[in-house]
């Protein structure tokens, strides 16, 4: 259990990141 979790909170946060940078590309392009 302790080494699932050790490897799905590091996963789940590098997908958040993926998808908040994605967010901030497409909004820079929508603005431009």
């Given at each position: 259990m302790n080494s699932s979790a050790l490897y799905t909170l590091p996963a789940i946060t590098f997908v958040a990141g993926?998808?908040?940078?994605?967010?901030?590309?497409?909004?820079g392009v929508s603005i431009r």
């Open positions: 993926v998808m908040a940078v994605a967010m901030l590309c497409v909004f």
